[in-house]
């Protein structure tokens, strides 16, 4: 048999390469500005189109390449930033494979342009699937500007994986905000379909924080310090009444480098403990100094993933930093043995003589029982206590086999009664049905939500005075992306600015104190994809608002209440199950009910 091994020509290993390095715009977008970070950057600019499967652009002021550099850059593992194998485990760079630019040009288009601070002329370089197609002197600033077009254009099968522009936007977000935290001190700037999303100056870390997530946050914030041998830590946590029920805002950077790491998450949630409601997740912007030597990052292509040779001890010095911090800000309850001041004894009372006790004195006429005694009417004591003998009098004499003739009385069917403050039991002719309320609440909300969505004008009502709520510019984005649905539902805008919302109109179904919960809880199902399966953004919109304002397990509810919820149910579409595909209710026979007591 004739040999059937061979080596793989360069641009198919690029390829391949790139299934693991580039899975969507978005990590281009990481790959591009970690490198711009690695150039020395002051100031960074990305240019996005169509949620960058049409353009990803990343504009930078550092020190640009040679023309040499620049073709070499394109060569799988050719890096400026490590030397030999003892520089993997010293690193101070974003960037050490050599692998974002190779593959990131074997799926796309690229244009280069780059130039050194101390050269007249810079170098452009066009670079499609790998081939370079021309090698150019031009007039260009100095640093580099790469912009990657048309992605995937030669892998229609991974392009076609992409996910709509909404969620693909939101993982460029994510990435761009990851890398903006990481480095208050570099400026930043954000452009998507020709709108700024964001324009991040230089600035301290409480800033920058501030500038990506909104001014709201700034008063959520308790800051974080300690240096030992072993670590220093930075940041900041939320305040424990800030916890949400989904896991975001949360950011580890260790030395500047954005990582993921359940252990440490860990350590911060049990930092917490006593403190948050059972589901809830704290927010925290959390940043980790350690020697280089001692972390390992080159685990996974994607860098976010880190081996640390202390991980118990950093474990515990995590975990007892912020339980201080929380104490000293008094976020946390502590134990106070001092004495209160307040019930010290005034400087003046001490010159003042002593007090004498108080004399008592008894009235020797009184006399409780006597019948002239009158307490609180004008009757005596025989006409007061008459009314009370006769009702007890009337319960003695009534015959027992009047209430059992009362309970007959009853109708058979349709009684509901409150189990647990959670579930609804109501009778029926072939048995029993037993009811979850609040799933059965958010099934009934859905469907007149999404009715007054699609089809029908929802009824608005004004408030007397505009709510101001204040969000992050890709929530802002987002709001004004969804402007006209939320107003089918019945709000209405006052105005929407980049760092807020007014809101003068409300449907008539919520209350003015459940705006902010209701829109903050759309905006994370929007960016969580809840539930995948959505035909739409009408669907997500009605089940997010089905699901905040839906009663919760808890709330107890009167007889009137309960057979509303019942009727309102079964006139549904689809009244077996939740939005969210639970099943809203169990039917009992009365055979299954025999059987549960027959059975031996």
Avoid at 156 to 185: C, G, M, W, Y
Avoid at 217 to 231: R, S
Avoid at 309 to 321: G, S, V
Avoid at 591 to 598: G, P, R, T, V, Y
Wanted: aromatic letters at 8%; proline letters at 4%.
């Amino acid at each position: 048999m004739s040999d059937i091994i061979q080596l793989l020509p360069d641009h198919v290993a690029n390829q391949i390469a790139a299934g693991e390095v580039v899975q969507r715009p978005a990590s281009v977008v990481k790959e591009l500005l970690e490198n711009a970070i690695d150039a020395g950057a002051t100031s960074i600019k990305l240019i996005l189109k169509d949620a960058g499967r049409t353009l990803v652009q990343v504009i930078d002021n550092g020190i640009g390449m040679s023309p040499t550099d620049a073709r070499l850059s394109f060569e799988r593992h050719a890096t400026s930033k490590i030397k030999d194998a003892q520089d993997l485990f010293n690193l101070n760079t974003k960037g050490f494979r050599g692998e974002a630019l190779a593959s990131i040009a074997a799926i796309a288009h690229v244009e280069l342009k780059t130039k050194q601070e101390n050269e007249e002329l810079g170098t452009q370089l066009k670079i499609e699937g790998s081939k370079v197609i021309s090698q150019d002197v031009i007039s260009t600033t100095t640093g580099t500007s790469i912009a990657v077009k048309n992605l995937f254009f030669n892998i229609p099968a991974r392009r076609n994986f992409l996910k709509s522009d909404t969620i693909e936007t939101r993982h460029i977000v994510d990435e761009f905000q990851r890398v903006a935290l990481a480095h208050p001190n570099i400026a930043f700037l954000l452009h998507h379909n020709g709108n700024e999303i964001y324009h991040l100056k230089e600035s301290n870390l409480r800033k920058r924080i501030v500038s990506v997530f909104g001014a709201k946050m700034n008063e959520k914030l308790v800051p974080i310090n300690e240096a030992t041998d072993l670590i220093t830590i930075n940041g900041f946590v939320a305040k424990p009444e800030f916890a949400k029920k989904k896991r975001g805002e949360q950011f580890f950077f260790v030395n500047d480098r954005f990582i993921k790491s359940s252990y440490l998450h860990h350590a911060v949630t049990n930092a917490f403990e006593g403190l948050l409601e059972n589901g809830y997740h704290p927010s925290y912007f959390l940043y980790l100094t350690v020697p280089a030597n001692s972390i390992d990052i080159n685990i996974h292509p994607t860098k976010t993933e880190i081996k640390f040779d202390n991980e118990k001890a950093i474990y515990a010095i995590l975990r007892a930093t912020i339980k201080h911090s929380l104490g000293q800000y008094n976020v946390a309850p502590v134990l106070d043995f001092n004495r209160d001041s307040t019930l010290d004894t005034p400087y003046e009372f001490k010159s003042k003589a002593s007090t004498s006790t108080p004399k008592i004195t008894v009235d020797p006429n009184f006399n409780p029982f006597k019948s002239e005694s009158n307490f609180s009417t004008g009757t005596s004591n025989t006409q007061q206590w008459e009314p009370s003998e006769l009702v007890i009098e009337k319960t003695i004499t009534t015959p027992q086999e009047e209430l059992f003739s009362q309970e007959e009385k009853e109708p058979e069917t349709g009684k509901t009664f409150q189990i647990q403050k959670k579930y609804l039991l109501s009778s029926i002719k072939s048995g029993m049905v037993l009811i979850n309320q609040s799933l059965a609440h958010q099934r009934i909300l859905y469907e007149e939500f999404l009715e007054s969505i699609t089809v029908n004008e929802a009824m608005s009502q004004q408030l007397l005075f505009p709510v101001h709520i204040s969000f992050s510019s890709t929530d802002i984005e987002m709001i004004t992306a969804m402007k006209s649905e939320l107003e089918n539902t019945g709000f209405q805008f006052e105005s929407i600015t980049n760092e807020a919302v007014v809101v003068k109109g409300i449907p008539t179904s919520i209350t003015e104190s459940q705006i902010s919960l209701i829109l903050e809880q759309l905006l994370d199902d929007m960016k969580l994809e809840v539930p995948e399966s959505s035909f739409s953004q009408f669907d997500v919109m009605a089940k997010s608002f089905a699901k905040s304002l839906a009663i919760k397990t808890g709330t107890t509810l009167n007889t009137k209440e309960q057979e509303s919820l019942v009727h309102d149910l079964f006139s549904c579409k689809e009244p077996t199950v939740s939005p969210f595909g639970k099943a809203t209710f169990k039917t009992l026979t009365l055979k299954e009910i025999d059987a549960i007591f027959n059975s031996h």
